[in-house]
């Protein structure tokens, strides 16, 4: 390692790829000339936007009580009134930017700085374009998270909302706190808040255990960016929207930044993490992130010693049956896409079957609920500008319109059945629009979202994917379904790009595009026939095509079903483990 480079960090850099920090640090400029991935952008528009919508309402309810700081100002001004406003005693700053600290390193900006009126100093609160709570019924709990009120500074413990973990809010409170407390202006009470989407209450954070992990995290972190300590790459989640993933060091054309293939441009001075870790085998290609670290403290460090083991799990391991990460090893090598863990493959069938995707935008709203029945697909959709009331309307209909099917079958004596793939979204999407528009014509009310999703009825083929098969490239439907032979029309599907779509659909930024619509039309309408086609390919082919475990010199895992019991699980018609 070379030596020490004059360095900065903000608390942005606190999480994620270590690797990533260096490159950034090691090659500024590089990555100026390639294009920011839309969904980022997207996002940090949102976030943006919903800042000035918080300091907006908090300023216009006690004016007299902030300072907002100009956010035209250069850096050095910005930090200058900040330290103004603050040895002023302003009650309430927004928009405060702290001075760099050149020994340090540390820098950092906040979006409200409260004065502490009982202990003195200021407590830092940031406004963040996700959720820190969640609604709860106030039952008794082991423990209930501290809120204020948004306007009067009053924390107490709250019964009625549920934490929701973000380490990396804790994290940026903390460097916060000690960049205050250089100053002697941290407020003694140790704690931060933090301001979420909903914008309802201020979540306060006691930074009395914080302060010590980050203490660490940072140390290393500005030891990684000066230079002074080593880094490799090593595949995580983090590498899906990553430049350095498929651009290398020292690259002279922005081409390969947006290119999927594996193959470095030879215009590349290094070849990019990708293809790194192919070159080397690593053992991250098939278990990123976590599971990684800890096979590497095994001597595992490529693909083929994973394949390799013999003898008893990993004490440490925490991942699921060890068996089977040796298994995706194997499968990796000889070029599987998926195997089989069981003699037979079998998913729920029924008489009535509908496909469902949804379609939403941000946190706004799910503007697109697409169906398919009877090889016909039929959209449920709104294209007023989310958030809007017509949302209520669409999925007034769409709701309508599958108990109406579902009503039918049953009065004719049939099964049905309605399929998703990874529920997680459209269950969200059900309980809050259920929530968001009760009362209006169609909309169920929450016991009617529960009593289905809680069915036997609604099937997430997600769920029949991964109890049936190990998956060496992935679970995404984009990687499954073409297995079973479906491909996109669109060559550009996903859901980061929908965004995009969906914002020239509605003309958020320009005139509206039509043809961006029947983009999305025809992307959700591939969401739904992927499935279709998954779940048939389960029934008829997958047996057949599909190598099992004991390919792979593998065995069934103990602890689960007989084919017998499998006859009667549960949704998904997969096995599942005896507790």
């Not at 029309?489 to 509605?506: I, K, L, N």
Request: glycine fraction near 8%; proline fraction near 6%; charged fraction near 30%.
């Amino acid at each position: 390692m070379g030596g020490s480079r004059v360095s900065f960090l903000d608390a942005r850099s606190l999480i994620g790829c270590r690797h990533r920090l260096r490159l950034d640090a090691e090659n500024p400029g590089v990555l100026a000339e390639v294009r920011e991935d839309p969904g980022v952008q997207q996002r940090r528009d949102a976030a943006t936007a919903h800042r000035a919508k918080v300091r907006d309402e908090l300023v216009a309810a006690a004016p007299a009580d902030w300072v907002v700081i100009d956010p035209e100002l250069r850096g050095a001004a910005k930090a200058a009134a900040t330290m103004a406003a603050i040895e002023a005693g302003a009650p309430r700053i927004w928009g405060g930017l702290l001075p760099q600290e050149a020994d340090t390193g540390r820098r950092g900006g906040v979006e409200i700085l409260l004065r502490d009126d009982d202990r003195g100093g200021y407590i830092p609160i940031i406004v963040v374009n996700h959720k820190v709570t969640d609604p709860r019924r106030p039952d008794p709990a082991d423990f209930h998270p501290m809120t204020s009120d948004l306007f009067r500074w009053q924390p107490r413990r709250d019964k009625h909302v549920k934490l929701r973990p973000q380490p990396r809010d804790q994290q940026r409170l903390a460097h916060l706190y000690r960049m205050l407390q250089r100053y002697g202006m941290a407020s003694p009470a140790l704690v931060g808040g933090a301001i979420g989407l909903v914008a309802d209450r201020i979540l306060v954070h006691d930074l009395t255990s914080v302060l010590a992990d980050y203490d660490q995290r940072y140390a290393d972190r500005i030891a990684v960016v000066r230079g002074e300590l080593p880094t490799r790459p090593s595949k995580v989640p983090e590498c899906r929207q990553c430049p350095w993933w498929v651009r290398g060091p020292g690259a002279q054309s922005s081409d390969t930044a947006q290119s999927s293939d594996t193959a470095q441009s030879s215009e590349t001075a290094q070849p990019s993490c990708e293809a790194t870790l192919a070159q080397m085998r690593d053992v991250s290609l098939v278990a990123p992130g976590s599971r990684a670290e800890v096979l590497r403290l095994h001597g595992i460090e490529t693909v083929d010693e994973l394949a390799a083991w013999e003898g008893e799990d990993p004490d440490d391991w925490q991942h699921g049956p060890f068996a089977e990460t040796v298994v995706t090893a194997r499968a990796w090598i000889d070029g599987a896409p998926l195997v089989r863990r069981f003699e037979q493959v079998s998913v729920r069938r029924a008489d009535v079957e509908v496909d469902v995707d949804l379609e939403s935008y941000q946190e706004d709203g799910a503007y697109l609920w697409g169906t398919l029945l009877d090889d016909v697909y039929r959209p449920f959709v709104t294209w007023d500008p989310l958030p809007t009331e017509d949302e209520g309307r669409s999925f007034g209909e769409f709701w309508t319109w599958l108990m109406e099917r579902r009503a039918e079958a049953h009065a004719a004596g049939k099964t049905f059945a309605a399929y998703c793939y990874s529920r997680t979204a459209e269950d969200k999407w059900l309980y809050e629009s259920a929530r968001r528009f009760a009362g209006r014509p169609g909309v169920p009310t929450h016991e009617q979202v529960r009593a289905f999703v809680d069915s036997a009825e609604w099937v997430d083929m997600f769920q029949a994917v991964t109890e049936q098969f190990i998956c060496p490239n992935g679970k995404g439907l984009k990687k499954i379904a073409p297995v079973a032979g479906f491909g996109w029309r669109d060559p550009e599907a996903g859901g980061e790009a929908s965004m995009g779509w969906y914002r020239r659909a509605v003309g958020y930024d320009a005139a509206v595009d039509m043809s961006q619509r029947t983009r999305l039309f025809v992307y959700n309408e591939d969401d739904v026939r992927a499935t279709q086609v998954l779940r048939d390919w389960m029934s008829k082919r997958a047996v057949a095509e599909v190598p099992s475990l004991a390919d792979f010199g593998a065995v069934r895992p103990a602890g689960w079903d007989t084919q017998a019991e499998r006859d009667h699980a549960g949704s998904s018609g997969a096995p599942r483990q005896r507790p």
